[in-house]
């Protein structure tokens, strides 16, 4: 069993930038694969970012692309998404989520690809 715990969440003005993060319990952080989603009011969860087991592929989707940073630190059981230059349209509640075991490089972008689910962490961007 993998529990996730979010954090950094807050309310940030547009153009602003916050960092939330996720740590995994467990010794086998280095198995997973992981992502961050976000689902807005009345929305479906939608993907956001993903990394692989490394760190060295990453995938995001076209509305972060050049906004948004995702990264791990493998030593900590820590994955964490850098959101700069937000727009209102990025509040959500985010969540990271787990895929166990897939090769070192896959980086998984499906809802139905992950196994295990943090509660998430609200992101609130003021016009």
């Known amino acids: 069993q993998v529990q996730l715990v979010e954090s950094g969440g807050g309310l940030v003005e547009a153009g602003g930038s916050l960092r939330i993060s996720c740590t995994a319990s467990?010794?086998?952080?280095?198995?997973?694969?992981m992502g961050w989603f976000r689902q807005a009011p009345g929305k479906e969860r939608e993907f956001v970012a993903a990394?692989?087991?490394?760190?060295?592929?990453?995938s995001y989707t076209d509305s972060v692309k050049g906004r948004f940073t995702i990264s791990r630190d493998n030593a900590k059981n820590t994955m964490s998404l850098q959101m700069n230059s937000l727009k209102p349209q990025d509040t959500a509640i985010y969540f990271c989520?787990?895929?166990?075991?897939?090769?070192?490089?896959?980086?998984?972008?499906?809802?139905?690809?992950?196994?295990?689910w943090g509660q998430g962490t609200q992101v609130t961007v003021s016009s």
């Open positions: 467990g010794r086998a952080f280095r198995l997973y694969a």
């Open positions: 990394i692989s087991r490394s760190g060295g592929s990453t």
């Open positions: 989520a787990v895929k166990f075991g897939p090769p070192a490089e896959v980086v998984e972008t499906s809802i139905q690809g992950y196994g295990y």
